[in-house]
């Protein structure tokens, strides 16, 4: 395992070659410089998701965590949001609620500009089960065909709001979804190329995902399905993945822009409750 030790004794413990470092450092978020914050940013970017295990923080430090990166999102239009603390989605779920992130997703990407990081908590983790796994897209990208890369750079996709669908579905009569309507019409769409460049890294990487992503603009929807369930199979390949088993206290921080990630929900009847920031935008991306 490959080990860095920074100028600030942050330890780096590298999980893949491709994504993934856990971070070790006591009580990190008692202690935070604009130094270490520009440290772990170095870290994110270069490793796409991190992690920082026996961690106690407060809302507060949570939400001037995130805010040391960048404005953070309003509160989220579908889920709640812990007490007095609107910015922090609360995330729990057990058999009588249970999740709808488990499928490959990057998050929000209806919208024009889909956020840059996202900042999880875990408060209870079950005894087993509830891994959390992520895939870095532009591995992916790399590992098409060459001919391949030249055709998706031309093309472009639409995104809607996928699996949120349900939540204006329910108890509907047979007939105009009035609800439905509403929904799309609250959230959008958005089309975004297949193929972006990273702001910070200049990599190129897939934009594309199975939960929100729905046609290739131009063909029909035939050809579309095919050619995006050939992309999504190919993405699904596990030497492009990590998958992370979450302990209480647990921090994993993710750039949103090049990764895909699988909440895995096979903890029933057990509970995981986690509390998430969404980072907007890259303040330290130069403009």
């Known amino acids: 395992m490959e080990i860095n030790i920074t100028l600030s004794n942050l330890q ?28 772990i940013y170095k870290s994110l970017i270069e490793n796409k998701v991190i992690f920082f295990r026996d961690q106690k923080i407060s809302p507060t430090q949570h939400i001037n965590f995130a805010k040391s990166f960048g404005e953070i999102d309003p509160p989220h239009p579908v889920y709640p949001h812990v007490d007095q603390f609107p910015e922090i989605v609360l995330l729990e779920n057990d058999e009588k609620k249970p999740p709808d992130t488990d499928e490959w997703h990057t998050d929000l990407t209806f919208k024009p500009n889909p956020p840059f990081a996202s900042i999880l908590y875990s408060k209870i983790i079950p005894q087993y089960g509830g891994d959390t796994l992520w895939t870095c897209l532009s591995s992916i990208y790399e590992a098409l065909p060459i001919e391949l890369k030249k055709y998706l750079n031309t093309l472009k996709a639409v995104h809607d709001m996928g699996a949120f669908r349900n939540n204006y579905t329910k108890n509907e009569p047979i007939g105009a979804a009035h609800k439905l309507n509403q929904g799309h019409q609250k959230f959008g769409s958005s089309i975004h190329p297949l193929i972006k460049t990273h702001p910070i890294t200049n990599k190129n990487y897939i934009y594309i995902n199975p939960s929100f992503t729905h046609h290739i603009v131009g063909m029909n929807a035939t050809d579309s399905s095919n050619l995006l369930n050939y992309l999504f199979g190919f993405m699904n390949k596990p030497e492009f993945q990590i998958r992370f088993k979450w302990t209480e206290d647990t921090i994993a921080m993710w750039d949103n822009r090049c990764t895909m990630h699988y909440a895995i929900g096979d903890y029933m009847p057990h509970k995981r409750k986690m509390h998430r920031v969404t980072v907007l935008n890259d303040k330290r991306e130069k403009k």
Do not use: H
């Open 12 to 39: 780096i413990n590298k999980l893949t070659p491709n994504i993934g470092a856990e971070i070790i450092c006591k009580n990190v978020f008692d202690n935070l410089s604009s130094k270490i914050c520009d440290e």
